[in-house]
Antibody, heavy 120, light 108 residues
Framework: EVQLVESGGGLVKPGGSLRLSCAASGFSFISYNMHWVRQAPGKGLEWVSSIRRTSTNIYYADSVKGRFTISRDNAKNSLYLQMNSLRAEDTAVYYC?????????????WGQGTLVTVSS | EIVMTQSPATLSVSPGERATLSCRASQSVRSNLAWYHQKPGQAPRLLIYGASTRATGIPARFSGSGSGTEFTLTISSLQSEDFAVYYCQQYNNWPPLTFGGGTKVEIK
């Protein structure tokens, strides 16, 4: 069974940092592109970042470029999101998601999300 | 950036009725479009990819159509578990991947 389990969310002050993790199981992690998508309270879905299978290509939304860093450890079946210089508008549930094998960028499995709250 | 626009924002439907949701792209995304639904407190779930192919385990009452800039998700006979928010997403021109604002399907 495919499982994606996020952790690392919490309350952080503006300007602070947080590192999210996503533990993957039930599939060959190295075979898939991985993604972070967030959802502000009561709002829609916003793509944050993507990383290809061997980390050769990485992409960010303009809203997080220069502040967030996506990475993965294929030996540990884990995806990460280092978030620095956090702002109130980064408050959201952060989901990790797997890109499908067929197209890479439709998201066929999602974790349950971890809540990040940026507030003083 | 490709902007995805969904309509209506809210759709009120009785159980057993048909629901038709629309998604429009600001420029052609060919057939590189996915649909998801999200129930309260849950993660999104992939329903349709490639504009018209049902994802694994998705019932046949869900169907997708369209290409280019105009897309439709049809739920032929709404079940109680189908009341949720539905999002479309394009993956033709990226980054960024972009989602529509969502359509909430509620019980009439």
């Amino acid at each position: 069974e495919v499982q994606l389990v996020e952790s690392g969310g919490g309350l952080v002050k503006p300007g602070g940092s947080l590192r999210l993790s996503c533990a993957a199981s039930g599939f060959s992690f190295i075979s898939y592109n991985m993604h972070w998508v967030r959802q502000a309270p009561g709002k829609g879905l916003e793509w944050v970042s993507s990383i290809r299978r061997t980390s050769t290509n990485i992409y960010y939304a303009d809203s997080v470029k220069g502040r967030f860093t996506i990475s993965r450890d294929n030996a540990k079946n884990s995806l990460y999101l280092q978030m620095n210089s956090l702002r109130a508008e980064d408050t959201a549930v952060y989901y990790c998601a797997r890109g499908s094998l067929l197209s890479d960028y439709d998201l066929d499995y999602w974790g349950q999300g971890t809540l990040v709250t940026v507030s003083s | 950036e490709i902007v995805m626009t969904q309509s209506p924002a809210t759709l009120s439907v009785s159980p057993g009725e048909r629901a038709t949701l629309s998604c429009r792209a600001s420029q052609s995304v060919r057939s590189n479009l996915a649909w998801y639904h999200q129930k309260p407190g849950q993660a999104p779930r992939l329903l349709i990819y490639g504009a018209s192919t049902r994802a694994t385990g998705i019932p046949a009452r869900f169907s997708g159509s369209g290409s280019g800039t105009e897309f439709t998700l049809t739920i032929s006979s709404l079940q109680s578990e189908d009341f949720a928010v539905y999002y479309c997403q394009q993956y033709n021109n990226w980054p960024p991947l972009t989602f529509g604002g969502g359509t909430k399907v509620e019980i009439k």
